[in-house]
């Protein structure tokens, strides 16, 4: 692999980081190798937002090559949210034109002496004064980077205002609104004093075998253009899904209490395509271009909402309009916030104010469910930290926990719950219980295994979606599988076979690995990140689901249903070998998995 | 009644289950759209077979078998081998899960399709009770 530029902010010096090769073949790249980098620095006392933090933005070894769905980069550190392993990927073509320049990742430490934005173009570094862009939104961030580098496709990297000012579900945005969006990262580079990353290069990626690699490129691509999920995800955009969803009763509305409502399928992707939808809009490499081009009908083209933005949006907060929905997801891009976080927050905000938990003066105006005027205007107060923004933007879990209604949040160790109902697809139970992140729905995305993805050569079998602790080994070998798909940073919704990515990574890589051994380096990097949480402080205490999930539905398709997490937890422990009683994975399990050093810390420490 | 499959019998005894059956004509009572099936060789069937459905307002308007499946114009087109199909009609691969992992492909208006995947899955189910014995 290409080096990883590390770069001190505060004394203004780099270094050039190899990863051992042993390190390369265990853990492949993106969010698994800078799991094992950064393990020796995320210790419990570690700020998050302090200069110390580290920030690593990793590629991976397929990120920039023109096979499938390779145009996506991870971001890493200790979440300020959620005090945890953080990560979160992003697509378009920046983690490429990084890769281009030669290295593969930035580990950023330490922390500016005043607003500063990186210019790298191929091997060459320059750290820029930010003043003039500081404060600026992050699609003009990016627009007037690119104008004083001169460099018309320069990529840009940046926060917006809400990372600047320290919003826990701040992200990173890039090629206009493709989006680093969870476990608040963005707040993490905005205490570096660092406003942006640009980047351009003219390298080649290397590939261990490249004419291996552009023939099975060339066969995976052809298999994506004719995958029924690939289709529609290019016809509808993600929230093509929602119509199915909505009928299976894991779409969520009204902050979690409510399964049905009338008009929701105004906000599905087959609605946008039938009525706003003027283009589409991809990332590096891909054939799928998931990404929507709007209209509202005054000639200005926006992006399109993405399924999460859809719901959150939309019948999270009983609205229908689709039009509010492009609104609100765009003042989100642009103050540089999470839509998955920002809606969920911001849903809590109307659930407590109709429980009269949350009263007019507090908020300084009503709150009223499918009013989407209020909505944008408590964004706007959120990322300037204004009057009740300033406790929404600590998320959730604080902000409930501010109005003595923290059991109100539906959170799972302070990252917000993403619109995929366990009540629905009882699988997401065990997914959002355990993930190194919280309540995440990518490092499993489990309710597509429970609506029939259940891929034979994965291991997987296709199991009621409102059943129980039968399925318990089938989202551990699901988790284990996405754990590939991060450490690749490929796009989840590049639905190709196991059998075909294995071949691509050795092509590109000239590892020799099976199926087998790449599914155990997915386990080795899910108990390394699961470790890492044991020793900032997480237990088994913290596999959990908020209360409200755990309430079933009187109405819809799911109704009288709760996924029976206890049992499930049980035979998920079962399955990972973890420790029941302190919720580490075992010692035998990570000396197993080559991770004696790591077992070491965490049974020898007590 | 369970009928043979494949062959034209089994096509017009589906045809006469869809129209009997109050559940399938409940939910697709918005479905307008015809549709094929291409049943593409594999284990015993050595030639392309191709089912033609007329389905209208929760009712099947008509079958029929095609000569040859690079004719078919109907708006919607489910394509997959004899052996996946055979599996789906016995209970022993979920149709979604046929769609989801490469097994069945789908063809046509996929935002309509999206909204009435109920409707193919009770398209189906009504297949599966039709179905006796399997080639």
């Keep these: ?606 | 009644m369970a009928v043979r499959f494949p062959g034209p019998a089994w096509l017009e005894s589906l045809q006469e289950k869809l129209n009997a059956d109050e559940k399938y004509s409940q939910t697709a009572r918005n479905w307008e759209g015809d549709m094929a099936v291409v049943i593409e060789p594999s284990g015993p069937l050595v030639e392309t077979l191709v089912y033609y459905f007329d389905l209208w307002h929760g009712r099947c308007r008509s079958v029929a078998v095609l000569d040859d499946s690079s004719t078919v114009k109907a708006a919607f087109v489910l394509k997959a081998p004899y052996d996946h199909l055979v599996k789906i009609l016995k209970g022993e691969l979920d149709p979604m899960t046929a769609m989801m992992t490469r097994k069945l492909q789908v063809q046509g208006n996929l935002g309509v399709m999206m909204r009435n995947v109920p409707t193919v899955l009770e398209f189906v189910r009504c297949a599966k009770e039709n179905t006796g014995e399997i080639l």
């Design chain 1, 1 to 606: 692999m290409q080096p990883i530029l590390k770069i001190d902010l505060t004394r203004g010096e780099t270094a050039e980081i190899s990863a051992p090769p042993e390190w390369e073949r265990h853990y492949l790249g993106g969010a698994s190798l800078a799991a094992r980098l950064l393990y020796p620095e995320l210790v419990p006392d570690l700020v998050p937002l302090s200069e110390a933090a580290p920030l690593m933005i990793l590629t991976g070894p397929l990120t920039g090559t023109a096979g499938p769905t390779v145009g996506r980069f991870v971001v890493c550190g200790r979440s300020p949210a959620t005090g945890l392993w953080a990560e979160s990927n992003c697509g378009g073509f920046w983690g490429p034109e990084l890769r281009f320049c030669g290295y593969d990742g930035l580990w950023l430490t330490g922390r500016a002496d005043r607003p500063v934005y990186l210019w790298l173009a191929d091997g060459r570094l320059e750290v820029r004064q930010a003043q003039a862009v500081w404060g600026q939104d992050t699609y003009a961030a990016q627009e007037t980077i690119r104008t004083e580098i001169g460099v018309p496709n320069a990529r840009v990297l940046t926060i917006g205002p809400a990372g600047e000012n320290g919003v826990l579900f701040a992200g990173l945005f890039c090629d206009h609104g493709r989006t680093a969006g969870r476990t608040g990262l963005g707040a993490v580079m905005g205490a570096k004093n660092l406003k942006a990353i640009a980047v351009k290069g003219t390298g080649k990626i290397p590939l261990a075998s490249p004419e291996a690699f552009a023939s099975l490129r060339g066969t995976a691509n052809r298999m994506l253009k004719a995958d029924n999920i690939a289709q529609v995800t290019h016809a509808l955009g993600t929230a093509g899904v929602a119509d199915y969803a909505d009928y299976l009763g894991s779409m969520p509305k009204k902050y979690y209490h409510q399964a049905t409502m009338d008009g929701v399928d105004k906000i599905s992707g087959a609605t946008m395509t039938e009525t706003i939808l003027k283009g589409f809009s991809t990332c590096h490499g891909c054939v799928i271009a998931c990404g929507r081009v709007v209209d509202l009908g005054d000639g200005i083209r926006r992006k399109g909402p993405e399924y999460e933005t859809a719901v959150g949006f939309g019948p999270n907060l009983l609205n229908d309009d689709l039009a509010e929905i492009v609104r609100l997801n765009e003042i989100c891009d642009r103050y540089g916030m999470d839509t998955i976080s920002a809606s969920n927050t911001i849903g809590l905000a109307y659930h407590l104010y109709e429980k009269g938990l949350l009263s007019e003066a507090e908020v300084g105006f009503p709150l009223a469910w499918g009013d989407t005027q209020a909505a944008g205007r408590l964004l706007d107060l959120i990322a300037r930290r204004e009057a009740i923004g300033a406790f929404m933007a600590d998320g959730a879990r604080r902000f409930g926990a501010h109005f003595g209604a923290e059991q109100e949040a539906v959170q799972v160790n302070g990252l917000e719950v993403a619109y995929h109902d366990p009540r629905g697809v009882s699988g997401m139970a065990l997914v959002y219980a355990t993930s190194p992140r919280g309540a995440c729905h990518n490092r499993s995305d489990y309710f597509f295994v429970d609506w029939g993805q259940a891929e034979t050569s994965l291991g997987l079998e296709f199991l009621d979606r409102l059943g129980g602790a039968e399925k318990a080994a089938n989202v551990a070998r699901h988790q284990d599988w996405r754990t590939v798909c991060d450490s690749l940073v490929l796009c989840l919704f590049g639905n190709l076979p196991v059998e075909m990515v294995v071949d691509l990574v050795n092509a590109a890589c000239g590892f020799g690995l099976s199926v087998t051994g790449l599914l155990q380096s997915g386990e080795r990097a899910w108990n390394l990140k699961r470790a890492i949480n044991n020793r900032l402080g997480l237990t088994q205490v913290n596999d959990r689901l908020p209360k409200t999930l755990l309430e079933p539905y009187a109405d819809g398709p799911a109704a009288g249903y709760v996924p029976p997490l206890e049992a499930m937890l049980a035979a998920y422990y079962e399955a990972r070998g973890w420790d029941r009683r302190t919720g580490r994975p075992g010692r035998e399990k990570l000396q197993a998995l080559g991770l004696a050093d790591v077992a070491g810390d965490l049974w020898e420490s007590g």
